[in-house]
Nanobody, 119 residues
Framework: QVQLVESGGGLVQAGGSLRLSCVAF????????LAWYRQAPGKQRYLVATISKGGTTNYAESVKGRFTISRDNGKATVYLQMDSLKPEDTAVYYC?????????????WGRGTQVTVSS
């Protein structure tokens, strides 16, 4: 059974940091590209960051320079380090295991972890 389990969300003041983790079960982790998405209330799910099998990373403009995605294949875990957080970063964050075609194609989803940034 495939499961992606996120953790590390919470409440933080603006300017603070959080580190999200996502552990994968039931997949051959190292053959997947990975991503973090977020969804704020009343808005569509939004691609925040991706990392390829080989470790190449890409970021949405809104988080570039503040967020860092990384992966540990030995632990089947993908991370999202979030620094200099802003109230507009408030959302449920979801990890995803997918692949690249001409763009990132989502596959397996986690259930999400809530991040709330207070002003």
């Amino acid at each position: 059974q495939v499961q992606l389990v996120e953790s590390g969300g919470g409440l933080v003041q603006a300017g603070g940091s959080l580190r999200l983790s996502c552990v994968a079960f039931g997949i051959v982790f190292n053959i997947y590209a990975l991503a973090w998405y977020r969804q704020a209330p009343g808005k569509q799910r939004y691609l925040v960051a991706t990392i390829s099998k080989g470790g190449t990373t890409n970021y949405a403009e809104s988080v570039k320079g503040r967020f860092t995605i990384s992966r540990d294949n030995g632990k089947a875990t993908v991370y999202l380090q979030m620094d200099s957080l802003k109230p507009e970063d408030t959302a449920v964050y979801y990890c995803n295991a997918g692949h690249y075609d001409s763009a990132y194609v989502p596959g397996w989803w986690g259930r999400g972890t809530q991040v709330t940034v207070s002003s």
